[in-house]
């Protein structure tokens, strides 16, 4: 087997964290659906149709904890459907993001982070050397 580029390395890591960290925030979301415990305000659910951080909390585990986490197992092990994995989860990174930004407007730095981190990762899918290793 080829090494992995080193920047098929960078968006496995990427995928790890982004997955770790999903998991981590929506697991938080269950214990304490009033979101408090992470700083997060009921006011921020206003005018949408849920009172609590459950179905966030169940977004933020399915989509952003365990897909990414299974994304970057793809990636590892050179499975052939792991770099149209990678796009589509880029993709639903900017997008939640965004719908943030359009949802409360005036956004924080932690959400700067993420839809930089979602444009990383799907320019990173464009790199030669990481289409190349995963389309082949």
């Known amino acids: 087997m080829n090494a992995r580029p080193i920047f098929l390395l960078v968006l496995i890591v990427l995928l790890a964290l982004l997955g770790s960290g999903g998991f981590g925030g929506g697991i938080a979301m269950f214990m304490d659906p009033s979101g408090a415990a992470m700083g997060l305000p009921l006011d921020l659910l206003e005018g949408l149709p849920i009172s609590n951080f459950i179905l966030p909390g169940i977004f933020l585990v399915v989509v952003m904890g365990i897909f990414p986490l299974v994304i970057a197992w ?46 990383v990762m799907l320019g990173l899918c464009f790199v030669p050397s990481v289409k190349n290793s995963l389309t082949e």
């Open 74 to 119: 793809s990636l590892w092990n050179h499975r052939s459907w792991g770099w149209l994995a990678t796009i589509g989860q880029s993709i639903i990174l900017i997008l939640w993001i965004s719908f943030q930004f359009l949802l409360w407007g005036d956004p924080i730095a932690l959400q700067w982070v993420y839809l930089i981190w979602g444009l």
